[in-house]
């Protein structure tokens, strides 16, 4: 890591679709690096997809060598099964990186809405405008992908914020 540079990766976890978005903050500055999602196979077996995102998610930490990383937490929804499934999906997005050595920071989509689009209510059209205008470049091709940014751009915001309130030494 360059002195005062810091390489994000964000993901929004979950089975089908993973997304995933890399960008780096120097001080409130954000450039964007790369971004997409990581599609599993609904015909397979839950651990199969599990295997399959793991390893995406390793291939994508060797190629970006991301500094920190932040994931979305998990919402609870009505489908049992359903949030269930994505909470396997969030831990494998959670270990991933922290089998790296990455130190991993976890962030509410209330918490990243607020601080992208300065809602806790905004709808993923909003949140992808933003993210467009935040990082130019993002290729967001699907919402998954500009979620996992927005991701990465709250743990900046936060991290910046963390370390303005830091005592000197």
């Known amino acids: 890591m360059v002195q005062g540079r810091v390489r994000i ?44 995102l793991d390893n995406a ?16 937490e998990t919402y609870v929804n009505r489908n049992a099964s359903a949030t269930l499934k994505l909470g396997y ?5 959670l270990l991933a990186p922290a ?18 689009v300065g809602t806790g209510g905004a709808d993923k059209e909003q949140v ?10 993002a290729a967001q091709k699907r919402a998954d992908a500009a979620d996992a940014l927005a991701v ?3 743990h900046a915001h936060h991290r910046s914020t963390t370390n303005i309130w830091k005592p000197v030494s």
């Open 89 to 93: 999906a969030r831990g494998v997005a």
């Open 99 to 116: 089998r790296a050595g990455i130190p991993v920071f976890e962030y509410g989509a209330k918490t990243v809405k607020m601080a992208v």
């Open 152 to 154: 990465a751009i709250c």
């Open 9 to 52: 990766l964000g993901i929004d976890p979950g089975l089908r679709f993973t997304g995933w978005g890399v960008l780096e903050a120097e001080g409130n500055r954000l450039r964007h690096v790369a971004d997409g999602v990581v599609a599993t196979d609904g015909t397979e077996g839950v651990s199969l997809r599990l295997k399959a």
């Open 128 to 137: 992808g405008l933003m993210v467009r205008r935040l990082l130019p470049g």
């Open 57 to 72: 998610l390793a291939e994508l930490l060797e190629r970006y060598s991301p500094d920190e990383a932040a994931v979305e």
